[in-house]
């Protein structure tokens, strides 16, 4: 069956960039769909980041746009997440899932990944 | 401030049933069927439970169900148990400029 896996540095400083991977197994992201990044700080609601076409397209959450890049590398089976000038309100959980066209629902997701922001 | 607006908390007795609202505005819930529900038990990523408004995928029991008027979805749990007891969240389509909103998430709670 289709699983993701997140990975990312767990701990970090302000004003780093955060890199975060989403490792691929049972389905080719080349094949279709679209790939998303999702986050939730501790205690709070989910926010959707942004999201990659299998055609290298990219959707961005328009409040987080001018700090994020999303990527895929269909070698690896994985895409990944830039996020620029990190700060605590970025402390999350970071989650990767799939994310069906046209339909804009998200069928498969990662356990995610903790990252935390602090000096 | 989430996109989508849901009360924070609802409660309901097992076997009763409960109906979480998420109301948005005619740039996404209203002017899309592309609403989708998920369930998250604490420390565990989100489940989906309903898609294009009201379809289930397999394996979501029939006692989830949902519908949209306007510019406000809802879910409706019938038949509470106590594993429904979570967070549920709505999320809407709202434009190729965003193509997902969520709402802020609401703590069902099984008394």
């Known amino acids: 069956q289709v699983q993701l896996q997140e990975s990312g540095p767990g701990l970090m400083k302000p004003s780093e960039t955060l890199s975060l991977i989403c490792t691929v197994s049972?389905?080719?992201?080349?094949?279709?769909?679209?790939w998303g990044w999702i986050r939730q700080p501790p205690g709070k609601g989910l926010e959707w980041i942004a999201s990659?076409?299998?055609?290298?397209?990219?959707y961005y959450n328009p409040s987080l746009k001018s700090r994020v890049t999303i990527s895929a590398d269909t070698s690896k089976n994985q895409f990944s997440l830039k996020l620029t000038s990190v700060t605590a309100a970025d402390t999350a959980v970071f989650y990767c899932?799939?994310?069906?066209?046209?339909?804009?629902?998200?069928?498969?997701w990662g356990k995610g990944t903790t990252v935390t922001v602090s000096s | 401030q989430s996109a989508l607006t849901q009360p924070p908390s609802a409660s309901g007795s097992p076997g009763q049933s409960v109906t979480i609202s998420c109301t948005g505005t005619?740039?996404?819930?209203?002017?899309?069927?592309?609403v989708s529900w998920y369930q998250q038990h604490p420390g565990k990523a989100p489940k989906l439970m309903i898609y294009?408004?009201?379809k289930r995928p397999s394996g979501v029991p029939d006692r989830f169900s949902a519908s949209k008027s306007g510019n406000t979805a809802s879910l409706t749990v019938s038949g509470l148990q106590a594993e429904d007891e979570g967070d549920y969240y709505c999320?809407?389509?709202?434009?190729?400029?965003?193509?997902?909103?969520f709402g802020g998430g609401t703590k069902l709670t099984v008394l």
């Open positions: 049972g389905y080719s992201i080349s094949t279709g769909y679209y």
């Open positions: 990659i076409y299998h055609s290298g397209s990219t």
């Open positions: 899932a799939r994310v069906s066209v046209y339909n804009y629902y998200m069928d498969v």
């Open positions: 294009e408004v009201s």
């Open positions: 005619s740039s996404d819930v209203g002017g899309y069927n592309y």
């Open positions: 999320s809407s389509h709202a434009g190729s400029n965003n193509l997902v909103v």
